[in-house]
């Protein structure tokens, strides 16, 4: 790029003088359109909890989830994600309360369609919520039998569909998931309903408070790196997103976000498709922590949210999402 001019007759810090100069030259920005607030969701009637691992973010009974869809609602956040809490003596070896079309997910599906008929809502399509082991798929001769575990994942994505979610989202990693859910859905006749695909999610150490939330921590056997990317490697994202999206994926997902900024941007500026990224729970946690102990200022959160867009995300599952939309509110 050629630099064209030369200090004292360009000087960059005019255009930076005041506020409502930097926002008319700002390059992004960040509104309550990009924002898509994960829920969880616990067994039990009248009651809201604390999670311990993520301050600030809490489980909601079914019947109690319209004191957070009201405020969702309010600040026009268009999208939700749901994310369940299963109860231990539910939870077997192949994750069939994922099957049940009374559990958690299709439950709260209902309400939300019914009481809040304009807020999208996403759902993941994996085991782990539901297996006694906290893998994603099912174990066959002591290994994540991928081909097997898709069996079961058709079946969970297709009962998602009918009790009314408008993304499904497989998260669980498995080879030729997405292919074999699409044409279950279109078989179906879900034609409208989007994939959004975890096609890039490295086996992180940032996810432990989000599997604390959903129960999964302490049942983990191993760990998942025999289907989640290697967080060393960067040029395998080609494949993955290629895959998924010749097999049918809408959007795709970088999972973790903040420490992948390189893995947003090498997507969209190689494949111009919708990128969303996830502040994971982990990532989450960091900066929650950081303000509350008063080492950051809430502007970091602003901060953290437009890093995705600058990297060139189109929207961020965040739980900071209700904060953020109150503070585009307010300014």
């Given amino acids: ?38 829920i969880f969701v616990r067994e039990g009637k009248n009651k809201i909890e604390n999670i311990k691992s993520m301050p600030g973010i809490k489980r909601y009974t079914v019947d109690k989830l319209p004191s957070i869809l009201k405020q969702v609602k309010a600040l026009k956040i268009p ?6 809490l299963t109860p231990n003596n539910k939870k077997d070896n192949i994750g069939s309360e994922a099957l049940n079309p009374n559990n958690l997910i299709c439950r709260s599906l209902k309400l939300v369609k019914k009481k809040f008929p304009n807020i999208g809502v996403m759902c993941d399509v994996a085991l782990d919520p539901y297996t006694s082991h906290g893998h994603d798929g099912i174990f066959i001769k002591n290994k994540i039998d991928n081909d097997e575990t898709i069996k079961i994942l058709i ?4 009962l ?29 006749n879900f034609l409208d309903v989007c994939i959004l695909s975890y096609a890039v999610k490295y086996a992180s150490t940032y996810y432990g408070p989000f599997r604390d939330a959903v129960g999964s921590k302490s049942k983990l056997k191993g760990d998942k790196k025999t289907y989640q990317m290697d967080y060393r490697n960067s040029f395998e994202i080609f494949r993955e997103v290629g895959l998924d999206l010749k097999e049918g994926a809408d959007m795709v997902m970088v999972k973790p976000g903040m420490f992948y900024l390189d893995i947003i941007n090498k997507i969209k500026n190689n494949f111009n498709i919708p990128v969303l990224a996830y502040q994971v729970s982990g990532e989450y946690s960091l900066i929650k922590n950081g303000i509350q102990n008063k080492i950051l200022k809430e502007e970091s959160i602003i901060e953290s949210l437009l890093s995705f867009k600058r990297a060139g995300a189109c929207a961020v599952i965040t739980y900071f999402a209700i904060d953020v939309a109150k503070m585009i509110k307010t300014n």
């Fill in 155 to 158: 079946k969970q994505a297709l």
């Fill in 79 to 84: 999208m939700i994600a749901l994310f369940p």
């Fill in 1 to 38: 790029m050629k630099i064209i001019g030369s200090y004292p007759k360009i000087r960059l810090r005019r255009l930076r003088k005041s506020k409502w100069l930097r926002n008319i030259v700002s390059e992004n920005d960040i509104s309550n359109k990009d924002l898509i607030l994960p």
């Fill in 160 to 188: 998602q569909a009918k009790m009314g979610c408008d993304v499904i989202a497989p998260s669980d990693m498995m080879d030729g998931r997405v292919g074999a859910i699409r044409k279950a859905l279109d078989k179906e």
